[in-house]
């Protein structure tokens, strides 16, 4: 059983751009979950979601974040016009189910020049 | 509102020597917590779990951690430290109702000299 896919694992945009990080959850997993990790600091929930619906994005930036998880396919982390202070690691992980342990991937290390 | 505290944000100890990491949380409600491991470029790996079963949980690579209600402490244990438990850890903090979210701590680095 493959455990939680991102890609890229690295990603360097310029100011302005748009970053799109992908997530593909563990098989038979129907939550995930985005966190950020900026440097010398812990991970910080951004946004939960299931199939076709955001649960709670509390965490998420008010501007220029977006995210979805449609019912084919990867869930999309999108940043649009990124700016330098978007640089860190981010992380997505898959649950089976609200209550049970959350399993990461390895992660997206977004680079803003 | 949940929060978590690890205190310090580097501990070293000498090969063999016990390691205790801190953790200490703050919740309105009965609370899940976890620790994780995080190698250099890499994601997290669940090391153990608390879900309001029995208090001493064990978990991956010889660790283990004692739930203290009383203390709302979660510290996590190891015996005798190997070279291979040189990582950065975790400790989280979850509600048991319908908020999944998890609330990490800023995270300790562990170094183990030979």
């Known amino acids: 059983n493959a455990g939680v896919m991102q890609n890229p694992r690295h990603l360097v945009r310029r100011r302005g751009q748009e970053a799109r990080l992908r997530c593909s959850p563990m098989?038979?997993?129907?939550?995930v979950y985005w966190y950020r990790q900026l440097p010398e600091e812990g991970l910080k929930f951004m946004v939960y979601?299931?199939?076709?619906?955001?649960?709670?994005e509390s965490g998420m930036p008010k501007e220029r974040f977006s995210a979805e998880f449609p019912k084919e396919g990867p869930s999309i982390l999108r940043i649009q016009q990124v700016v330098r202070g978007d640089s860190a690691a981010y992380f997505c992980?898959?649950?089976?189910?609200?209550?049970?342990?959350?399993?990461f991937g390895p992660g997206t290390r977004l680079t803003v020049t | 509102a949940q929060s978590v505290t690890q205190l310090g944000s580097h501990v070293s100890v000498s090969e063999g020597a016990l390691v205790l990491l801190r953790c200490n949380y703050s919740s309105s409600v009965p609370p899940y917590l976890f620790w994780y491991v995080q190698y250099p470029n890499q994601g997290l790996q669940l090391l153990l779990k608390?879900?309001?079963?029995?208090?001493l949980v064990k978990g991956i690579n010889g660790f283990e951690a004692e739930f203290k209600k009383s203390e709302t402490s979660f510290h996590l244990t190891k015996p005798s430290a190997h070279m291979s438990d040189a990582a950065e850890y975790f400790c989280?903090?979850?509600?048991?109702?319908?908020?999944?979210?998890?609330?990490f701590g800023k995270g300790i680095t562990l170094s183990v000299r030979p």
């Open positions: 989280a903090v979850k509600r048991t109702g319908a908020n999944s979210k998890l609330t």
């Open positions: 992980a898959s649950s089976q189910d609200r209550v049970y342990e959350q399993y």
């Open positions: 979601l299931q199939k076709e619906n955001i649960i709670d």
């Open positions: 098989k038979g997993h129907s939550h």
């Open positions: 608390y879900t309001s079963a029995a208090t």
